[in-house]
Every structure is written in structure tokens, then in C-alpha cells.
């Protein structure tokens, strides 16, 4: 209970970020970034339609996919999500626009969406629209989050290009096919649909810091022929736990031991140096660790004051 509590926090609050940045900044600058939210924007511009009233009806269809595909408690929270944007929208559309700048409104505009639908992520949630989409495509696919958004946006910005930039062939057979050249005139200009897509950047790159990159570590595996000594460094005195790994020499053919050890993005240079210093020639290799769970990260880190924790236990 007290974690469903949370995560309906988190989709209030994150939405009600998102409709912030999103009538402040980019509805009165045409800037259509993605998602049903900026196709509501063009068709704002097209036919008058209300914001609000788009969203909101476009997500049913969505829903029943979110039932299918992610479950029913997710499609409850998402139900909730799919809610409270559209009305969040419609409060705040009164809003002023902080800025005429279309260059400051895409890249501000996107750092606030993107911070509230990272929060509403954390949420385990959406806000519905094409939100429900990209959770989709990332629980069945292994593309990451902040990737699948922009792809599923990006489609959204490109079809809001064909439809109104009249330099395109699709342009012109759109309208005489569906509407009249009339209907169909540049609304939304070549500058805007690039700040339309750079916006959109904007967000997934924002999604994707709030979802890994700010609580990002490092992975170093090293091998060296000093390894006892630099394994005594890393244990005593970056008081980080590593863990040694027999490996066997391509070219050598000969056998030793690899270190591997974790730390958070801030220890890496100190810990850097104290091994070169112990060993100048050791052979290092940092890769990025985006989620590390366990001790001395998600967990407590003075493991030895835990009574029964595995890592105490003397081996017989």
C-alpha cells in the first residue's frame, strides 16, 4: 500500500511538471516535441482543436494495448496517469510563456518534460499517449528507454514535418488526396519542426540521466602482475569489496589473476592513480555500470556491523 502511495505521488507530481513545461514553453512556440502532446499542438494549429480534449481521448485505444500488454496493475496506474496530464494541461494552459525564444523554449521545454515523465517512469507509470508505447517497446525489446522514446516521438515529429513543411513531395500528395491545399498550409515552419526535434532530444536525453546516468558507477577490471597489492588498496584503502577472477593470457599463454571491483563515478580517479602508483604498466579497463545494487551502494556499506551478513561470514 505504502508503495502505491508513492508511485501515485510521483505520477501527480510529475505530471503536473510536465503540463508546466509544456504549456509554458511549448505550446505558444509551435514547438510539437514528440508524443501525443506535440501531434495536439499541430492539430491545435490545423483544426483548433482543444490540447486537453486531444490527449484525453486519444488515450483509450492506448489503454486497451496497456492492458494487453503490461498488465492490469500497471494499466491502473497508467489509467490514473492518462487522467491527470490531460487535466494538469487544461489548469495550467493559462500559464504565461516564460520565453519568444525557440531556441531557449526547446531545450528548457525538454528538460522540464523530460524531468517530469522521468518522474513519472520512476512512478512505474506513464502519462498515457505514446507513454504507454514506449514502455512497451522497452519491457519486449532490449533497447533503452530514453532510445525507444525518441524513436517513438521521432515518428511523431516526422509525420508533423511531411504533414506541414510544403517543400516536401508528401506534402503535396497528403493534400490533394486527404484536404485541400488550404487545410494543409505551412502552419509550422522548417525552423520549427528542427526545434521541434531538438526538443525531443532533449527529453530523451533528460529521461535517460534521470534513469541512469545520475546514479551511473564504474566497473574497472585490472590485471597486473602486483595484483595482491593493488587487491590490498582497493579493499583496505578505497574500502571498496573486489573480487578475483582467473584468467589466461591470449598471447602468454601464462595463468593470473583479473580484479574486478565497482565504485561510484566520484572514487574512480583517486582509485585510478593509487593503482598506477603501485603499478604503472597494470592493465585497467572502466566500463560503465548504469544500476549497481548491493552493499556500500543500495545497501549499507559497512557490511561488517551487520549481524549474519554473508560477506562477515569466516569461510571454513
Known amino acids: 500500500m505504502k508503495r502505491r502511495i508513492i508511485d501515485i505521488l510521483l505520477v501527480t507530481i510529475g505530471s503536473f511538471i510536465s503540463a508546466v513545461g509544456y504549456n509554458s514553453l511549448l505550446v505558444k512556440n509551435s514547438i510539437a516535441s514528440g508524443g501525443v502532446g506535440g501531434l495536439a499542438i499541430s492539430l491545435n494549429a490545423l483544426f483548433g482543436w482543444n490540447n486537453a480534449n486531444f490527449v484525453l481521448a486519444t488515450t483509450i485505444p492506448l489503454l486497451i494495448l496497456c ?46 518534460l523530460g524531468l517530469g515523465l522521468g518522474i513519472v517512469f520512476y512512478g512505474n507509470s506513464s502519462t498515457g499517449g505514446t507513454g504507454i508505447t514506449t514502455q512497451i517497446l522497452n519491457k519486449y525489446t532490449p533497447l533503452p528507454l530514453g ?67 545520475l546514479n551511473s558507477s564504474r566497473n574497472l577490471l585490472i590485471i597486473s602482475q602486483k595484483s595482491d597489492q593493488i587487491l590490498n588498496y582497493i579493499t583496505n584503502g578505497a574500502d571498496r569489496g ?33 593503482i598506477q602508483k603501485i603499478d604503472e604498466t597494470a592493465f585497467i579497463v572502466i566500463i560503465p555500470a548504469s544500476t549497481v545494487m548491493g552493499r556500500g551502494f543500495s545497501l549499507q556499506k559497512d557490511y561488517k556491523s551487520v549481524p549474519n551478513d554473508f560477506i562477515s561470514i569466516n569461510p571454513l
Open 67 to 112: 492492458w494487453c500488454f503490461l498488465g492490469r496493475e500497471v494499466l491502473l496506474k497508467t489509467l490514473y496517469g492518462s487522467l491527470v496530464f490531460p487535466t494538469f494541461i487544461k489548469l495550467t494552459e493559462g500559464l504565461p510563456t516564460l520565453t519568444k525564444q525557440p531556441l531557449l523554449a526547446s531545450i528548457f521545454g525538454g528538460i522540464i
Open 147 to 213: 532510445v525507444v522514446l525518441l524513436i517513438v516521438d521521432g515518428i511523431i515529429v516526422a509525420i508533423s514535418a511531411i504533414a506541414f513543411s510544403p517543400d516536401t513531395v508528401m506534402y503535396s500528395i497528403l493534400s490533394q488526396v486527404i484536404f485541400s491545399q488550404v487545410l494543409f498550409r505551412s502552419y509550422f515552419s522548417p525552423d520549427t519542426v528542427m526545434y521541434s526535434i531538438l526538443s525531443l532530444y532533449v527529453v530523451s536525453l533528460t529521461i535517460d540521466k534521470m534513469m541512469v546516468g
Open 242 to 274: 573486489a573480487t578475483k577472477i582467473p584468467v589466461l593470457g591470449g598471447h602468454t599463454g601464462h595463468s593470473q589473476n583479473m580484479i574486478m571491483t565497482t565504485l561510484s563515478t566520484h572514487e574512480v580517479p583517486k582509485v585510478q592513480e593509487e
